[in-house]
């Protein structure tokens, strides 16, 4: 059997809350930057500005949320980067040891509706199709794990584990 590697890479989509968020944070750098006008504080005024343009562009920032998804030799590493810069390793996973991945339909799901997961992870994107995999977590009894696996990760997982793969 050869070696796989396949790496894929996804964006969040940013909810309606995230981005009521960054309008406020830019409201309040135009308020702040009004009441340094209004107390007469001219001196400090450049100052205000480029550091509360700056601090505003970074906390926006952190509300980019990409997934990598690493599958080597049947293995799953999932990574969480915020704000093109930082990243934080969420999971990895042995494709051996999944019970099912299946799309995240009613009918492949409702076996699992009354189980109670350990662990929830969502590494998806939040417009695609995704799927979802159980398997035993770490912590003690199951993890559920939603993401989006694109065709050639789907081989390679059916590839160590057949029979639960489901399309």
Known sequence: MADVFIEHLITRKKSPISRLIGVAYIFVLVLLTALTI??????????????????????????????????????IDIDRIIGKRKRKRLITLDSRAFEILAPDAECNFSAYKNTEFKQRIDASSGKNPRYFAVCPSKMGGKLLLYFEPNERMLEAFKMYNQRAVRQ
Do not use: H
């Not at 100052?47 to 030799?73: C, P, S």
């Open 38 to 75: 209004l107390f007469e504080l001219i001196p400090l005024l450049p100052a205000v500005l480029v550091l509360g343009t700056w601090l505003v562009v970074r906390l926006i920032k952190n509300f980019d949320i990409e997934f990598e998804y690493i599958v080597t030799n049947g293995e």
